[in-house]
């Protein structure tokens, strides 16, 4: 399950939108916004590109990516 509040908040903390991620990482900004709202798990290589585009952290990819319960 994707922790949607903390990986758009370190969307908007990077100074980019949702569109720019989602063109960097080369995906479809609607196919981002499904898999960020839990529509769709997003992939291996997806969340690869996304933690680039980010810089994210390990720790931030497995709170992100690989949170167990979402409040």
Request: with cysteine; glycine share 6%.
């Amino acid at each position: 399950m994707t922790n949607t509040n903390l990986l758009l908040g370190l969307v908007r903390a990077s100074g980019l939108t949702c569109k720019d991620v989602a063109d960097k990482a080369k995906m479809s900004p609607n196919t981002f916004s499904i898999k960020a709202n839990n529509g769709r798990e997003f992939t291996a290589g997806e969340i690869s590109k996304i933690a680039k585009v980010l810089n994210l952290t390990m720790d931030d990819v497995e709170a992100i990516f690989f949170a167990d319960d979402v409040e």
